[in-house]
């Protein structure tokens, strides 16, 4: 079988609204490697979009989904529940960075979780209205489209969109956006376009993923805290991306000095199966009433079998100081980088979610042409890697935690060569 057999068979089959990123396709994966089906071999740093934080087929989740799948793989926990989904909630509900009794609920993606969290900060405030940020992504159904700060591709054409929801800026010292200009914004919003009063939650990834990996400031964090409390408004953040080691702590959050009402978690919660949670204050969570909250797949045994392996891998193998110690050697790499490369405009980093961002030396303008070279020098030499960005021109990293120490030199030295090219 060839890769380009079957990008005609894609093409044939499937809608081209499902952007396609590689032209090869997979044949197997272990740990941080991809092998495609005409053999060739390549360093994984996408994970599958964050996803694989314990890399590719980690045994003990593989395990763990065996034992799941010889007991019974659906029930509808909302028709006959069971304990593995109880366990999860109960550790999580100890790991989150919520204040007091916290209780969680499991959904199936990134997006339905996000949902769910507007549905239960609109239940408990009895509030209508919605702030979020430029370049922030939530995800690609209507009320998450309506949440997410980036036209192209995620809105072209499919408004119009859910309204009371209102865009503020997002801090970026790069672009010269101040937290304080964020928090002036979030004031012109009040003063022209809905009461305070009227606003059920503001709605905030940590770390932007789409967006750039845009770190929030510590004081953002604070004033934004601040400003909930006095306008009684739910703080959630938006952890899909960040969580599980990712940032060098279990969730971005454990990095500030206060804590969000609500959280939402997805993609490396489950490593590579789809499980997504909500976790809250017990009185915001209980808001809504008995089958308010649920989905078929909400909570699939094995992806909850897998949820509870992953956190124990996370745990036994240190994976958050081992993602503080990756992300401190890759940061040191871009910075020698750097001074031959004039177009790195930034390097931006929170443990191993760590971003290069690329600006036309000549212009000073966003370049997504070089950050679209440097990905293709990469994957000539068998290194895969994203992009994002409001602009397109944002190079993010996001390797397997468990990724071998020779694997990650010699991904080091491909990024290296692609760089100086």
């Known amino acids: 079988m060839k890769n380009a057999e079957l990008n005609q068979r894609r093409q044939d089959a499937t809608p081209r609204g499902v952007g396609v990123m590689c032209g090869f396709y997979a044949e197997r994966a ?33 395990a763990a989904i065996e034992k799941q799948l010889k007991a019974f793989t659906h029930t509808a926990y909302q028709i006959v529940p069971y304990e593995s989904y109880v366990s999860l909630a109960e550790r999580i509900n100890q790991c989150a960075p919520i204040e007091g009794p916290c209780k969680t609920a499991f959904f199936t993606t990134g997006a339905e979780a996000v949902e769910n969290a ?5 239940a408990h405030t009895g509030r209508p209205g919605l702030i979020t940020f430029g370049g922030g992504f ?19 054409g499919f408004g119009p969109f859910p309204g009371s929801v209102f865009h503020g800026q997002y801090p970026n010292a ?16 009040f003063k022209a376009d809905i009461d305070p009063k009227q606003v059920a939650a503001i709605v905030l990834e940590p770390v932007q993923g789409e967006g750039g990996f845009n770190v929030a400031p510590a004081e953002f964090m604070q004033a934004l805290r601040t400003l909930c409390d006095e306008h009684g408004i739910l703080l959630i953040a938006d952890e899909v991306q960040t969580g ?63 949820a509870l392996a992953v956190l124990d891998v996370i745990e036994e193998e240190q994976l958050c100081q ?42 000073g303008k966003p370049s ?54």
């Open 30 to 62: 272990e740990n941080a490697t991809l092998w495609d089906v005409e053999g060739n071999e390549v360093i994984d740093f996408a994970s599958g979009i964050a996803v694989l934080n314990t890399g590719h087929r980690h045994p003990k989740v593989i």
């Open 118 to 122: 507007v549905k239960i900060a609109r």
């Open 138 to 156: 939530h995800g690609r159904t209507y009320m998450t489209m309506a949440l997410t700060g980036k036209v192209a591709p995620y809105k072209l």
């Open 174 to 189: 790069l672009y010269g956006v101040t937290t304080e200009d964020a928090m002036n914004s979030l004031e012109r919003i």
């Open 244 to 306: 599980f080691a990712r940032t060098g702590k279990l969730f971005a959050m454990d990095h500030y000095n206060v804590k969000p009402d609500l959280i939402t978690m997805a993609k490396s919660l489950a490593g590579g199966m789809p499980l997504s949670a909500v976790a809250g204050r017990a009185e915001v969570m209980d808001a809504p009433a008995p089958g308010g909250l649920g989905g078929t797949y909400a909570g699939n045994p094995l992806a909850v079998a897998a």
């Open 322 to 363: 081992r993602s503080q110690r990756l992300g401190q050697h890759l940061v040191e790499v871009l910075q020698q980088a750097r001074q031959t490369s004039p177009a790195i405009a930034d390097i931006r980093a929170q443990g191993s979610m760590v971003a290069v961002e690329f600006n036309d030396p000549k212009t």
């Open 368 to 421: 997504a042409e070089i950050t679209r070279q440097v990905q293709q020098k990469a994957l000539e030499e068998g290194l895969l890697l994203l992009s994002c960005g409001v602009n397109g021109n944002v190079i993010r990293f996001l390797y397997p935690l468990t990724i071998p120490e020779d694997q990650f030199t010699k991904a080091l030295g491909i990024l290296s060569r692609a760089l100086a090219q």
